[in-house]
């Protein structure tokens, strides 16, 4: 990402997808995030979901700002991991994001928990960006969320095995974005998850492309 060095300090537009942009100051950059400050928040940006960099003109409400912080070649891995017990916004696809707390980090995915959806596994690679509250009150206007963080060997190292140790369990993937996403998983094989849905009809999902999953009944 050393070709993102000449844009330090300046405005540019991150495209993540073909309906989805982002803009705001270049702040920092790592082999493979990229931060921008968009003149309320700080975007942190996995690289592997911007589809274009390019410089763009000037928000007023971010003229003047001026980088602080010296580039210190982060890593995605590393700010996940940063970001524990930090009140965060997730996006991961659709036209809404997630609120809550990052409270494990594996190899290929996280482990996040949020006050509605309660725990959710999620996959790295569909993480599109995340917004961190340091200082934010806790959402909703609760008292109390922050849940005790899952000693790592009670989770397995992987997606696909998370999943797999939880088979016999009800799953809702993509928070029910269709009824053929929750059901009980039956089985996880060879990157495929078997549910039984609620007219019991069998659904055979690629998980690759599952981008979050809960267990209600856990």
Same mark, same amino acid.
């Given at each position: 990402?050393?070709?993102?060095?000449?844009?330090?300090?300046?405005?540019?537009?991150?495209?993540?997808?073909?309906?989805?942009?982002?803009?705001?100051?270049?702040?920092?950059?790592?082999?493979?995030?990229?931060?921008?400050?968009?003149?309320?928040?700080?975007?942190?940006?996995?690289?592997?979901?911007?589809?274009?960099?390019?410089?763009?003109?000037?928000?007023? @409400?971010?003229? /003047?700002?001026? !980088?602080?912080?010296?580039?210190?070649?982060? +890593?995605?891995?590393?700010? *996940?991991? =940063? %970001?524990?017990?930090?009140?965060?916004?997730?996006?991961?696809?659709?036209?809404?994001?997630?609120?809550?707390?990052?409270?494990?980090?594996?190899?290929?995915?996280?482990?996040?928990?949020?006050?509605?959806?309660?725990?959710?596994?999620?996959?790295?690679?569909?993480?599109?960006?995340?917004?961190?509250?340091?200082?934010?009150?806790?959402?909703?206007?609760?008292?109390?969320?922050?849940?005790?963080?899952?000693?790592?060997?009670?989770?397995?190292?992987?997606?696909?095995?998370?999943?797999? @140790?939880?088979? /016999?369990?009800? !799953?809702?993937?993509?928070?029910?974005?269709? +009824?053929?996403?929750?059901? *009980?998983? =039956? %089985?996880?094989?060879?990157?495929?998850?078997?549910?039984?849905?609620?007219?019991?009809?069998?659904?055979?999902?690629?998980?690759?492309?599952?981008?979050?999953?809960?267990?209600?009944?856990?």
């Amino acid at each position: 990402m050393n070709c993102l060095q000449p844009m330090l300090g300046k405005t540019i537009e991150l495209k993540i997808t073909e309906n989805v942009t982002r803009s705001g100051v270049l702040i920092d950059y790592g082999a493979d995030i990229v931060v921008i400050y968009d003149g309320n928040d700080y975007l942190y940006v996995p690289a592997v979901h911007i589809q274009t960099i390019q410089l763009t003109s000037v928000p007023h @409400e971010i003229i /003047g700002y001026k !980088v602080t912080d010296v580039v210190n070649e982060t +890593s995605y891995e590393e700010i *996940l991991k =940063k %970001s524990f017990g930090i009140f965060l916004q997730i996006y991961v696809s659709g036209n809404q994001s997630i609120h809550g707390y990052i409270t494990n980090v594996q190899s290929n995915y996280f482990v996040f928990y949020s006050p509605i959806h309660k725990t959710m596994y999620i996959p790295m690679f569909h993480l599109k960006w995340l917004i961190p509250y340091p200082n934010n009150p806790l959402p909703y206007a609760l008292n109390s969320i922050l849940p005790e963080t899952s000693p790592d060997n009670q989770l397995n190292d992987t997606f696909e095995g998370q999943l797999k @140790e939880l088979e /016999g369990h009800l !799953v809702v993937f993509d928070w029910g974005s269709s +009824s053929s996403k929750i059901g *009980l998983l =039956k %089985s996880v094989n060879q990157h495929m998850a078997e549910l039984i849905t609620a007219d019991q009809t069998s659904v055979f999902r690629n998980i690759q492309h599952v981008k979050t999953a809960c267990f209600p009944n856990l």
